[in-house]
């Protein structure tokens, strides 16, 4: 039985901007070929990332876990014609994968691929960033943080997906549930960041975004 939830998020979707066909293709591959596909973004989410972008029109994007690339074509619909999107992914089995989407996309050119660990990687980026899209390994989301945000320039947007973890940020946290106890550290400091307007979206699994003052 489809739960109220549910029922909400399919009559949002039906009655929001439509997922493009590419994109379409690409979450059901992902889903046909790809372990874990509920990492995949949706297409709620991935329309209002691709609307954001577009609204900010960010010269460069920084993008924290590529999984596919659904959420990179989403963000990079907002790229002016100069503009880059920095991704990152620790995943090399899955580039092949990545690569055979990006390139039936207009914006192959615009999108630099990066294989390793993201707190080594991020540090090494020279470039300052107009939004950065944080959607990696949860445990390290407070670390991601720290380097991300001298990084984000004044008016930039963070966004951070999975901020709910399942509802599990609202129970007690075991002491020994590493990913569940750094996204609550997390989101109390996109809350409390003085840097930062901060709102919290009940989207999905959690969306959080953040405006640098």
């Known amino acids: 039985m489809q739960t109220l939830l549910e029922a909400f998020t399919a009559y949002a979707t039906e009655h929001s901007d439509k997922e493009p ?82 390139e039936k996309s207009p914006y192959r050119k615009q999108i630099h691929q990066h294989l390793g660990d993201a707190k080594v990687l991020i540090p090494q980026l020279e470039q300052q960033y107009d939004l950065v899209f944080l959607d990696a390994d949860k445990r390290y989301y ?25 509802g599990k940020v609202l129970d007690k946290i075991d002491a020994h549930d590493a990913d569940t106890k750094a996204l609550h550290q997390f989101n109390q400091m996109m809350a409390e960041d003085k840097r930062l307007t901060t709102v919290f979206l009940p989207l999905r699994d959690g969306l959080s975004i953040g405006r640098k003052r």
Request: proline content about 7%.
């Open 21 to 102: 066909q590419l994109l379409a293709q690409l979450r059901r591959e992902t889903h046909q070929k790809v372990l874990q596909p509920r990492m995949l973004s949706g297409p709620l989410q991935g329309r209002l990332l691709g609307l954001l972008a577009q609204m900010t029109v960010p010269k460069r994007i920084l993008e924290v876990g590529t999984f596919t690339g659904y959420t990179t074509l989403c963000l990079a619909e907002g790229l002016p014609p100069e503009g880059v999107i920095d991704t990152i992914d620790c995943n090399e089995e899955i580039v092949a994968f990545q690569n055979s989407f990006f």
């Open 142 to 166: 407070p670390e991601y943080f720290e380097m991300i945000l001298p990084k984000l320039n004044t008016n930039g947007l963070l966004i951070a997906d999975n901020v709910l973890w399942s």
